[in-house]
């Protein structure tokens, strides 16, 4: 089992940069691999990007590719999303979370999930 605490959120003008980070609790963080999600409000929870248990095979929303990295220190069980260009529709609640997949975008393969971070993306 895993709880994952979200932090780094905040508002921004458009064209900023943020870095999100995920603490998680417990000595089996490597054996997750780990996504972001986001949700605005009125809107679906969306896929926003992925990393395998190593930090290898990143996957990302076409809506974020160029723009957004995910990565992960195991050492310190930590995944990070660093959020480059932001746009105003980048505006939502980031959500980390966790998987047993190898790697995954569906969000029902998640099965823990921290309690999320606002970013507010001004124009």
């Known amino acids: 089992q895993v709880q994952l605490v979200e932090s780094g959120g905040g508002l921004v003008q458009a064209g900023a940069s943020l870095r999100l980070s995920c603490a998680a609790s417990g000595r089996t963080f490597s054996t997750y691999s780990m996504g972001w999600f986001r949700q605005a409000p009125g809107k679906e929870r969306e896929f926003v990007a992925a990393?395998?248990?190593?930090?290898?095979?990143?996957y990302y929303a076409d809506s974020v590719k160029g723009r957004f990295t995910i990565s992960r220190d195991n050492t310190k069980n930590t995944a990070y999303l660093q959020m480059s260009s932001l746009k105003p529709e980048d505006t939502a609640v980031y959500y980390c979370?966790?998987?047993?997949?190898?790697?995954?975008?569906?969000?029902?393969?998640?099965?823990?999930w921290g309690q999320g971070t606002q970013v507010t993306v001004s124009s």
């Open positions: 990393v395998n248990r190593s930090g290898g095979t990143p």
């Open positions: 979370a966790a998987s047993t997949a190898i790697v995954t975008i569906v969000p029902s393969r998640y099965g823990y």
